[in-house]
T-cell receptor, first 113, second 115 residues
Framework: DAGVIQSPRHEVTEMGQEVTLRCKPI?????LFWYRQTMMRGLELLIY????????DSGMPEDRFSAKMPNASFSTLKIQPSEPRDSAVYFC???????????FGAGTRLSVL | QKEVEQNSGPLSVPEGAIASLNCTYS??????FFWYRQYSGKSPELIMS????GDKEDGRFTAQLNKASQYVSLLIRDSQPSDSATYLC???????????????FGQGTILTVHP
């Protein structure tokens, strides 16, 4: 299996622009997670899905952030409008069962200027 | 109180020594515990899973779980310079008798193994 695939790997944008991050989970995994990692706050869970349904979005920082999972093989995390404080590495991860380990993609390094 | 706490370090050990990494968690309903390794600029990589009290060994790694004390640890024997990385503790909380998918991470402990 190719593992969790994220795109783009790097994104540089200007404040106010819309940013869309993409993720393809491991085939057969029912859980998908979006995390954000910064030096100050570590690895934070933003939202997770089970069978394409959002289960817990309590970590989404504000209304500028939204996530969708239209099918079992694709998810997006959108930031609109972006701000410099959104600069971070965003990871997507997937898991085959609740209570099981999550497997991470390579991440998207986002820089908002 | 944070849900998952780790000493951020850095922890420095000489090559060949045992590195001991510790983690505490706040929710007694937690059922699954994991250790991840993250090299600089890379994504977290799963190295150990533990679900019941006691020790679990895998090669040079041993995970220890004590649910009564809400404590999980990772021992790395015969530490090598290639073990230098950030080690993340992750806990999956189970609530209300049902499986709950939220996987929460600690801040991570930076480990440096010097030759």
């Amino acid at each position: 299996d190719a593992g969790v695939i994220q795109s783009p790997r790097h994104e540089v944008t200007e404040m106010g622009q819309e940013v869309t991050l993409r993720c393809k989970p491991i085939s057969g995994h029912d859980y998908l997670f979006w995390y954000r990692q910064t030096m100050m706050r570590g690895l934070e869970l933003l939202i997770y899905f089970n069978n394409n349904v959002p289960i817990d979005d309590s970590g989404m920082p504000e209304d500028r952030f939204s996530a969708k999972m239209p099918n079992a093989s694709f998810s997006t995390l959108k930031i609109q409008p972006s701000e410099p404080r959104d600069s971070a590495v965003y990871f997507c991860a997937s898991s085959t069962l609740a209570g099981g380990p999550a497997y991470f993609g390579a991440g998207t390094r986002l820089s908002v200027l | 109180q944070k849900e998952v706490e780790q000493n951020s370090g850095p922890l420095s050990v000489p090559e060949g020594a045992i590195a001991s990494l510790n983690c505490t968690y706040s929710d007694r309903g937690s059922q699954s515990f994991f250790w991840y390794r993250q090299y600089s600029g890379k994504s977290p990589e799963l190295i150990m899973s533990i679900y019941s009290n006691g020790d679990k060994e895998d090669g040079r790694f041993t995970a220890q779980l004590n649910k009564a004390s809400q404590y999980v640890s990772l021992l790395i024997r015969d530490s090598q310079p290639s073990d230098s990385a950030t080690y993340l503790c992750a806990v999956n909380v189970r609530r209300g008798g049902t499986s709950y998918g939220k996987l929460t991470f600690g801040q991570g402990t930076i480990l440096t193994v010097h030759p």
